[in-house]
């Protein structure tokens, strides 16, 4: 198969579109303040202008997924960056918090439709095993950007514009990424199956109450989510088995790579999940950073995770998909471990720490995709790449609630006898108080180090899955996974 002639052009729109989502979404934490104080909202709307995001992009992946397999994934790409962007363009005239919210509500919509296709589109346009490794170390490469960008630049834009910047930034790039998908994107479709709308019922309600409930595990086991939950996503695992056109190809977990690739990578995110959660509030409030010097504060991660990428696509051509996985996980176990170490008289421990954790993401989670992206027959490419999405997403909302009730029970147990419960729960109030400002740094160090061991010991434990579960290298010829006389490119592992 000859490898698309524009196929790089039409990787830079694919990195746009994904940037956008990142941006946004980190863009939108150092906002909170003032959107806060222009559309007089509370703690419970912060929470969900924040959190009605994930809770509807998360719930629908797998039916978006399924539906740009069947409809077209370039086609879905183009609704769900239009809905993106009139969604954001609405978010700026937004003058209550329930306004915003439903915005929100519509971009995760929109979002949901974007994630599946664009990692689909990129394994139909790069057929080539070397090619795409670098397509994808690029990819994540920008995805590290708007991550680290998104406070920055955010912070930039909220201070001279005010808050509907953030918002406002959307619309120009979705334009962009729509322009490039439309002029440049070849169209792919899977085979035509019957649609499967109990499934896509059953797994929007189970998703949308397994992240509710995972985001809710701070303040206590929310049970009515949960046992949703657990019925919802019970009954849509029976059905997908058993159905004759499953929406979802369960049975790709029978395969080891995407086994092995997509549960490592989710406890990979259950400690990236917490990292900036906890990094962040420990920049601003042991440190006194501000939002954007919070922001700066991550160049280290962001540059070195942008130059192992393309070590560790080159890497595992050489060693093979497991080798390399595994060698970036156990070396990102070794950046939380000196996370765990820093002090707040020591900035040079934080930069080496966050350094060599994105070394280890650099080299890791390019080829853990590769592996289990192999896995994942071509006409299933939109559907299996929503499936890994959805569990990687469930690991990052698992990982920001693991980690930040670990670090708030630290903290609170680290306090002083004396200190206010307000003071306990939050160390935003210990701090303003100057007689409890120098012990709530000191908890709040010391839980962060208690966080960060967690999530080294997680990343331990997707290296030991990664080792054991994904195959060795394969030798050429080696028969290839698949439906019964479908082509598919050798993915070398």
Sequence with gaps: MQPHPRRWLILIALCLSTMVLVIDNMALTVAVPALSADLGANAQDIQWILESYMLVFAGLLLTAGSLSDRYGRRKAMVVGLTL???????????????????????????????????LSIMINVFTDEAERRKAMAAGAAFGV??????????????????????????????????????????????PVTKPDPLGAILSVIGMSALVWTINELAHGVAWVPLIIAVVALGGFVFWELRTEHPMVPLKLFGDRDFAGGSL?????????????????????FVLGYTATQAGLAFIPMFAASMIFNGVGAALGNRLGNRTTAVLGMVVMAGGFGLLSLSTADSFAILAVAQAVLGAGSGLAMPSAVIALMGAIPAQQAGVGSALNNTIQQAGAALGVAILGTLATGSYAAAMPAGASEEARRSVAVAVADPSLSAAAREAYGAAMSSAFLGAAAGVIAAAVLALLLLRGRRKAGAPTTGAPGESKTLVAV
């Design 84 to 118: 993106f962007g009139v969604a954001s363009l609405a978010g700026t005239f937004a003058t209550t918090p329930g306004e915003l919210i439903a915005a929100r509500v519509a971009m995760g919509v929109g979002g949901s439709l974007i994630m599946p296709a664009n």
């Design 145 to 190: 950007l708007g991550l680290v960008g998104g406070p920055v630049l955010g912070g930039a834009l909220v201070a001279s514009l005010g808050w509907e910047a953030v918002f406002w930034i959307n619309v120009p790039v979705a334009a962009l990424a729509i322009t490039a998908a439309v002029t440049l994107m070849p169209e792919s479709k899977g």
């Design 264 to 284: 490592s990578m989710t406890l990979v995110q259950v400690g990236n999940g917490g990292l900036l959660l906890v990094l962040t509030q420990y920049m601003q």
